[in-house]
């Protein structure tokens, strides 16, 4: 009769301990859910003006599916420790079911972050140039021309790949440009009606212009996605390991 009692005694303190394993691990978890929706928030809110630039969605698509992914994370985090202190088999399942679910848009998330970063260069040389001389400064064009001079001042560059781009202009051959050759927000101190002269002493002349300053920061942001994205992969499954061990160790308990 010893051993029976033992082995109970046994079984009992290995799901306690796997009770506050799986606790612990949804805490942090929700914490990282937090972190996933701050790091989609930011790239829309703070670089949205750069994404105007950008003909395709992809990249907006990975910061909206991080959002998704954060936010079903939070649930989810909750939703662990109300089935973990109640030792619910059933809620045990739903949450295995909404890890593996965002497992799944993570990995979604990752290949999408993968595909744009194979085809950026080529959509940038693409794409950029066309925008900023023809669309700068244009009708119904606030967001581009907002981008444009965002980018020019932040990177400290003029021009799709050089300041000569902009001879090519739309606005810079009309009247309203006032005799610019290049935008004021080329200018390395920004004044009204600067870019009348493109000396290089007052504008910025960086070589591969704004395509390259452009092109590493969101390959940089990319890491930052792939490797946020990564690390709460790796999270998880450690969390839909410990949520099988305690899920077989209440199915053998007794009701």
Not at 77 to 94: H, I, S, Y
Not at 114 to 143: A, F, S
Not at 175 to 192: F, H, I, M, N, Y
Not at 201 to 220: H, R
Request: some cysteine; charged content about 20%; glycine content about 8%.
């Amino acid at each position: 009769m010893g051993a029976p009692v033992y082995d109970e005694k046994k079984e009992t303190c290995g799901t306690i301990c796997l009770k506050y394993l799986l606790f612990t691990f949804n805490f942090l978890f929700w914490l990282a859910g937090g972190v996933v929706m701050a790091v989609g928030v930011w790239t829309l809110v703070e670089k949205s003006d750069y994404i105007s630039l950008l003909s395709s969605k992809t990249y907006a698509a990975s910061a909206y599916i991080l959002i998704l992914a954060g936010a079903i994370v939070m649930v989810t985090g909750v939703l662990g420790c109300c089935a973990t202190f109640k030792e619910q088999r059933r809620l045990l399942r739903v949450y295995f079911v909404l890890l593996l679910c965002i497992f799944l848009l993570e990995i979604l998330a990752g290949v999408l972050a993968y595909i744009y970063y194979q085809q950026l260069n080529e959509e940038l040389k693409q794409t950029l140039r066309e925008t900023m001389v023809q669309k700068y400064r244009q009708k119904d064009e606030d967001h581009v021309t907002r981008a444009v001079d965002k980018l020019q001042q932040e990177f400290k560059c003029c021009g799709s790949n050089s300041s000569s781009d902009w001879a090519e202009s739309a606005w810079v051959r009309s009247v309203e440009a006032q005799g610019r050759v290049v935008p004021d927000s080329c200018c390395k101190t920004l004044t009204e009606g600067c870019g009348h002269r493109d000396h290089p002493s007052n504008i910025y002349k960086v070589e591969g212009g704004c395509i390259t300053k452009l092109e590493l920061f969101i390959l940089d942001h990319l890491k930052i996605i792939g490797a946020v994205g990564i690390g709460i992969a790796c999270v998880q499954i450690i969390g839909m390991v410990f949520t099988c061990c305690l899920y077989r160790s209440l199915k053998a308990e007794p009701y």
